[in-house]
């Protein structure tokens, strides 16, 4: 009686594992067919994350290209701020050769020009010298116009200049904003991708134990089929031999610089050099310039004397220079006066030798507070070293 319950519970053991088999099945399918889901859509994600990253870099040299537009466009504009100067010191020299002509016409009245007429040798001599006074008179006015004319057209290039390189600014700041817009879409897509590999690895595991899970329960199912299988036939021969009349019993069981010529006086005692004429290494420490003055490092403030007495011709700021001035002390040398904090005279005044024009600062391209001062003999920047 206890063999057949034995046998019984063995085969409703191998029943409820056959049973198991197929949601066993039935789950590893849906975890695999996940996994496929997901790695479809990491796919796909990494689709999309290279074609930013494509977009990413196309942005990336447009940026490069605009900067370099930019820096290219700011040296035209240097070039034109320097032809503007040179511009309006041409118009101050003209101006002022007029005003002595007039000056000494006003204090000896006509009498050089009527000696001039009276000297004539004939009607033709007369008219002649006549016509020569006038060309005089006309050639100021025509030249001084010329000078005027010469102004205005240099500062509108210049103008048309900072137009176009806003232009150029506005455009690198829109492919910045689209180069952050981008590089945050890449970020968003590194993380998706990071959490489909986490989700990926996460039904991997599960498909692993799922697997496992399946092959120990066929393994349990096989093996309490086998021992059903053996109770059976142990119980079909104890059944067998007891039937026969044979006897006894049994059991069984499952298994510091030179000075120069001194025409020009320190125009900030104050400070000390940072910055000779001539090559070095650019503010950054990023490749090389020509660098075309002397740098005076003071504090913020320090006052700027005028190397020499002239005319002020230009004050203006820019984004190099910032804050700046011009003096033209006549026979082709000029000064110029750059960074400053604070300009005391403005374009027409006369200047005398040491008067405080302006104060040291750190306006425009600069890394801090000084004084770069320039020396110009004809238009053209030369080493201060050699006039101080």
Avoid at 201 to 208: M, S
Avoid at 328 to 349: A, D, F, M, P, R
Wanted: charged share 20%.
């Amino acid at each position: 009686m206890q063999g057949k319950r034995f046998v019984s519970i063995l085969l409703i053991l191998t029943l409820v594992f056959g049973m198991t088999i197929p949601v066993q099945a039935s789950s590893i399918e849906e975890t695999k067919k996940k996994g496929e889901a997901l790695e479809a859509q990491k796919s796909t994600a990494e689709a999309e994350k290279k074609a930013l990253a494509d977009q990413l870099n196309k942005l990336i040299a447009e940026m490069d290209e605009t900067t370099a537009k930019i820096t290219a466009k700011q040296e035209e504009i240097a070039v034109k701020e320097d032809e503007l100067i040179q511009a309006q010191i041409d118009e101050n020299n003209q101006y002022e050769s007029m005003k002595k002509r007039i000056k000494y016409m006003y204090e000896n009245g006509n009498t050089q020009f009527i000696e001039i007429l009276f000297s004539s040798k004939s009607i033709g001599d007369f008219l002649n010298n006549a016509e020569y006074i006038t060309q005089i008179s006309e050639y100021d006015r025509d030249m001084l116009d010329e000078f005027k004319a010469t102004v205005k057209r240099v500062d509108e290039q210049k103008t048309a200049l900072e137009g176009e390189k806003a232009e150029l600014e506005t455009l690198q700041v829109q492919l910045q904003e689209k180069q952050d817009e981008v590089s945050a879409l890449l970020e968003e897509k590194a993380e998706q991708i990071s959490d489909l590999e986490v989700a990926i690895g996460e039904n991997a595991a599960k498909l692993k134990a799922l697997q496992e899970e399946a092959a120990r329960q066929q393994r349990m199912r096989e093996e309490a089929a086998a021992a059903a299988a053996a109770a059976a036939a142990a119980q079909k021969n104890a059944s067998s031999g007891s039937s026969g009349g044979s006897s006894g019993g049994g059991t069984a069981g499952p298994s510091v610089a030179p000075s120069g010529n001194g025409a020009l006086s320190n125009p900030c005692p104050s400070a000390y050099i940072s910055s000779e004429f001539g090559g070095r290494s650019s503010p950054g420490g990023i490749g090389s310039t020509n660098h075309k003055g002397r740098d005076y490092a003071a504090g913020t403030g320090s006052p700027i004397y005028a190397a020499a007495s002239g005319t002020v011709t230009t004050v203006a700021y820019n984004g190099a220079r910032g804050n700046y001035l011009v003096i033209n002390h006549g026979n082709g040398l000029s000064t110029v006066y750059q960074h400053c904090s604070e300009i005391y005279v403005g374009s027409g005044q006369s200047v005398s030798v040491g008067q405080n024009i302006a104060a040291v600062g750190s306006t425009g391209a600069s890394t801090g507070p000084h004084l770069h001062f320039e020396v110009w003999v004809n238009g053209t920047p030369v080493d201060p070293r050699n006039y101080l």
